[in-house]
């Protein structure tokens, strides 16, 4: 949760608004739901269920990475050969 904060005020001082709304908006969703899982707790089947979330950043965060890296993969510069255009004569 707090390095949540801390990316969005780094977002915030770079100027990078839509990131600083997104990463905002998910620490007061966390927080939100945070708060029901308390509320609820008397129903709770399993206690640590309010942790769950923090698997799902780890997953979300890979998923990202892979992506990133895929699309990376795919573009025409990552096309090149190692040694780019020059020659081996040189």
Do not use: C, N
């Not at 990131?19 to 029901?36: C, H, K, P, R, W």
């Amino acid at each position: 949760m707090i390095i949540l904060l801390v990316i969005a005020d780094i977002a915030l001082r770079a100027g990078h608004w839509r990131e600083f709304i997104v990463l905002t908006a998910g620490a007061i969703l966390i927080v939100a739901i945070q708060e029901l899982f308390i509320l609820q707790a008397s129903t709770l089947v399993r206690l640590w269920d309010p942790t769950e979330y923090k698997e799902f950043f780890i997953a979300l965060g890979l998923a990202i990475y892979g992506f990133e890296t895929w699309s990376r993969l795919r573009s025409p510069a990552a096309r090149l050969s190692p040694l780019g255009s020059r020659s081996l004569a040189g």
